[in-house]
C-alpha cells in the first residue's frame, strides 16, 4: 500500500493550489480516501474524503465551498481556492476503512505529507 502526495507549497492568501495523492498497491474501489492537514501545535484534521466506489464526498465546514476533492483512477486531488492563512499545514493523503468519516481513526494507511504554507 501506498499513497505518494505532492503539488504543497506557498500561496498567497485568496489563491489557489492543487494537491495529488497517488495511491498504488491496492484497490481503490475498496476503500475512502482522505485528505487531513495539521498545523503546528495541533491535532491532525480530517479535511475532506472521497469514497473510491462511488465518488460520494465529505468535507470539513471549514472548507466547504473552498476545497474540491475528486479522483481520476487512482489518484485523488485536491483542489484548495480561496485560501486563508488558517490553512496553513502540513496535508496528508490516508486510505480510509471508515467510510466518508473525517477522523483519523478511519485511516490505515498514510502517505508522507505536503507542506502548504498560505502567506502574503
Known amino acids: 500500500v501506498q499513497l505518494q502526495a505532492s503539488g504543497g507549497g506557498l500561496v498567497q492568501p485568496g489563491g489557489s493550489l492543487r494537491l495529488s495523492c497517488v495511491t498504488s498497491g491496492f484497490t481503490l474501489e475498496s476503500y475512502a480516501i482522505g485528505w487531513f492537514r495539521q498545523a503546528p501545535g495541533k491535532e491532525r484534521e480530517g479535511v475532506s474524503v472521497i469514497l473510491g466506489i462511488d465518488g460520494s464526498t465529505n468535507a470539513a465546514d471549514s472548507v466547504k465551498g473552498r476545497f474540491t476533492i475528486s479522483r481520476v483512477k487512482n489518484t485523488v486531488y485536491l483542489q484548495m481556492s480561496s485560501l486563508k492563512a488558517e490553512d496553513t499545514a502540513v496535508y496528508y493523503c490516508?486510505?480510509?476503512?471508515?467510510?466518508?468519516?473525517?477522523?483519523?481513526?478511519?485511516?490505515?494507511?498514510w502517505g508522507q505529507g505536503t507542506q502548504v504554507t498560505v502567506s502574503s
Open positions: 490516508g486510505r480510509g476503512v471508515m467510510g466518508l468519516s473525517l477522523h483519523t481513526l478511519g485511516i490505515d494507511n
